[in-house]
């Protein structure tokens, strides 16, 4: 079997406390994205979580990173915050419709993550689990049934798409830790998120790529990730790597380090930072 790919990054490339620390100081904000992009492998649209976006938003996105970069995309706070995973096939069908496939092959996985106070009900995470398109085919019957009634036309182009759609869910309340939940995540082959955190320490695996939001360090008065931390990580990525791939975002609070702290963990790794 072939390695995968590894992509590192972080959640959003707009903050504030970066202009001066991780961008030059004076770039103009417009420029921003395609720096990052410059640095990073992957990034997480956050924008999504919030309402639905346009194509021409997406496309633009794209534009502005090189090849192999790839963006991961929240889903809609609608669907798991609101709705809270019940009765939102009609949002589904709208958020697809929406115009992530205008990213092309910039499109990564989807992540859905799961409000905390959001306790396991069975029933409706297994179905929420099967509505989730696998592939190119699923994504456009499903984005098919969208009501049109969005900011711009259901965007169903899926020429430059991934034939793959990938999905990640991180939930954040203790009674999804159970062996029915993780055979849901492996019979749809959606990865678990690894969070790194001392609620949420595990580094399961549940599908054929792993997806990490480190949240940590696991332990004990950890304010951030340090060199010992990358090194361990790094360690653990290259055996996953070896069966497939992995994306790995820095969202832990202190943000001001995450850029840096993707970029350590590409170094750690042996592979140059883009653009270096």
């Known amino acids: 079997m072939a390695p995968g790919t590894v992509r590192t990054g972080t959640a959003g490339w707009v903050f504030e406390p970066w202009r001066g620390s991780f961008f030059p100081q004076g770039l103009v ?25 346009k194509p021409e938003s997406f496309r633009k996105w794209a534009g502005e990173t090189p090849a192999g970069f790839q963006f991961s995309v929240k889903g809609p706070q609608l669907v798991t915050h609101i709705r809270r995973l019940k009765n939102c096939r009609q949002e589904l069908a709208n958020f697809f419709a929406s115009g992530p496939l205008a990213l092309g092959d910039r499109l990564g996985p989807f992540v859905w ?25 699923s994504y456009l019957a499903l984005a098919g049934e969208a009501d049109g009634k969005g900011k711009s036309p259901p965007f169903l182009d899926a020429s430059d798409a991934p034939q793959r759609i990938r999905h990640a869910i991180e939930t954040r309340h203790p009674s999804f830790d159970t ?70 975002y820095f969202v832990h609070e202190n943000k001001l380090y995450a850029p840096h702290n993707a970029m350590a963990l590409r170094r750690a790794l042996g592979e140059t930072v883009p653009s270096e």
Not at 30 to 48: D, G, H, P, Q, V
Not at 186 to 205: F, K, M, Q, S, Y
Not at 210 to 231: F, K, N
Request: hydrophobic share 40%.
């Open 113 to 137: 993550q799961l409000p905390p106070n959001l306790q396991l009900d069975l029933d409706s995470f297994a179905a929420f689990a099967a509505m989730l398109p696998r592939t190119i085919e």
């Open 29 to 53: 904000q417009k420029k921003e994205l395609a720096y990052a992009a410059s640095r990073l492998t992957s990034i997480e649209i956050n924008a999504t979580f919030r309402a639905n976006q």
């Open 179 to 248: 062996p029915e939940v993780d055979a849901i995540l492996r019979e749809h082959n959606i990865a678990r998120v690894i969070a790194d955190t001392l609620e949420n320490p595990r580094r399961d695996r549940t599908a054929d790529f792993a997806y990490c939001r480190l949240q940590g360090p696991a332990r004990e008065g950890a304010t951030g990730y340090e060199p010992e931390d990358i090194a361990e990580w790094s360690k653990l990525v290259s055996d996953w790597r070896s069966t497939g791939d992995v994306y790995v």
